[in-house]
């Protein structure tokens, strides 16, 4: 395992200090070079592996550097999946506050801000019952 993470170590490293000089040189920018900071760390862990006496420790700190470069891209995209922007707090759009990026809105919900019923044991504030068939 220890040479696993020297392995994609020495690739990370490469891909970014390699995105970087490809870029134009007016164009570089030190966010390229992140790959190449989680490779240090990466290397580091994978070094630090290869003494049997701390082996456990150094791959737990090379799988938080894995972990923290997966989560990382993750958290830019999840917004990215929900069309549309989340409105301003100072300028909430009136009607249902969400109808702007909401797939089921219909014209009521432009103008008209669905009050709180109870439904069962549930309380619901939207114009369209999620509880129909749709018939
Ligand atoms: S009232 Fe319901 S259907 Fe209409 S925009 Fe709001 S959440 Fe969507």
């Not at 040189?25 to 966010?31: D, F, K, V």
């Amino acid at each position: 395992m220890a040479k696993l993470a020297i392995g994609f170590a020495v690739a990370l490293i490469a891909l970014g200090v390699g995105g970087y000089f490809a870029a134009a040189a007016e164009a570089r920018s030190l966010t390229a070079l992140i790959p190449a900071i989680a490779g240090g760390l990466l290397l580091i862990c994978g070094l630090l592996a290869m003494n049997p006496a701390i082996r456990m420790h150094a791959m737990h700190g090379a799988a938080m550097v894995g972990l923290l470069g997966f989560l990382a891209p993750l958290g830019r995209l999840i917004p990215q999946a929900i069309k549309g922007t989340p409105p301003s707090p100072q300028q909430i759009p009136a009607g249902c506050p969400y109808h702007p990026r909401c797939p089921y809105a219909i014209d009521v919900c432009t103008t008209v801000d669905p009050p709180l019923v109870r439904v069962d044991r549930r309380r619901l504030a939207c114009h369209v019952d999620p509880f129909s068939d749709g018939e």
